[in-house]
């Protein structure tokens, strides 16, 4: 399937930016199932300082701010082809040893509600697939996906003792399960295709686990299904600070506001 993506991010400054540096995790990746055929990053208000993979080959710009911005634009424009790999990544890559993706974050530690879920979720399957799947699926019943009820610091122990959440919470949740189960596990954010719309509210959020002799495996829990061609990668990470999609630091006062458009179509 080849995917015509536009995604713009216009950030708005109550007083003028003197200073910000920016990174941005928007550049797909090349992998299994997925091929960039053409993609540009156009910045308004800004310059490109450098380039880099990072310990996740996830390709990172580095941008500054102009002096005295208000109002700073970031344009993505591209055309990825992709396959239905049912969810099948592969073997590992990247410079993090796979053994780091066991490591507990902030974001995805494991207390008592995710060890109760993992109980929950039952220990009688044919395999890991199976038991990943039946993971998935818990998570999706137990925490509702509701759109507004939570935040980029909330932890997968909050979200399970809220009872609901969004795709970012699910992967969270998802993730600090897997690893207590002995599963390396990371996130992944990207681009879905709806199929009842083009216009999206936002990037879209899944988990993967390393699976021994199969290798990593995709898990949309707010979905219920494996990743197919509808489905970009472009970051992932331990978490989502790590795959955040633009992170930074700026210097100066004022309230900072964000507007989103975004376009995923066939």
């Known amino acids: 399937m080849r995917l015509t993506i536009s995604h713009t991010t216009r950030y708005y400054y109550e007083e003028p930016v003197h200073y910000a540096l920016q990174q941005l995790r928007l550049t797909p ?8 055929v053409e993609w540009d990053i156009d910045i308004d208000g800004g310059t490109k300082q450098l380039e880099y993979d990072d310990q996740h080959n996830n390709h990172v710009s580095l941008i500054g701010f102009d002096d005295g911005r208000t109002e700073v634009t970031i344009r993505c424009n591209g ?15 990247g410079f993090a040893p796979l053994w780091l993706f066991m490591r507990p974050t902030p974001l995805t530690r494991a207390g008592n509600n995710v060890r109760k879920l993992v109980k929950a979720a ?54 600090a399960a897997a690893r207590s189960m002995g599963y390396p596990a990371r996130y992944v954010s990207g681009y879905l295709l709806m199929d009842d719309r083009i216009d999206q509210d936002a990037s879209h959020a899944w988990a993967e686990a390393h ?43 004022g309230d900072e506001s964000m507007v989103v458009s975004l376009q995923v179509q066939q």
């Open 79 to 93: 055309v990825v082809e992709t396959t239905d790999m049912s969810g099948i990544i592969g073997t590992h890559g």
């Open 211 to 253: 699976i021994d002799g199969v290798g990593w495996v995709g898990f949309d829990i707010s979905n219920g299904i494996s990743p197919d061609e509808r489905y970009v990668r472009v970051a992932t990470g331990l978490d989502y600070f790590e795959a955040a999609p633009v992170s930074g630091m700026r210097l100066g006062h």
């Open 122 to 175: 039952g220990g009688d399957f044919e395999g890991d697939i199976e038991r990943l799947h039946a993971l998935s699926s818990t998570i999706a019943e137990t925490v509702t996906y509701e759109i507004g009820t939570s935040h980029s610091a909330t932890t997968a122990e909050e979200s399970l003792d809220a009872g609901h959440g969004v795709c970012q919470d699910h992967a969270h949740i998802f993730i």
């Open 29 to 36: 990746k090349s992998r299994a199932g997925q091929k960039i």
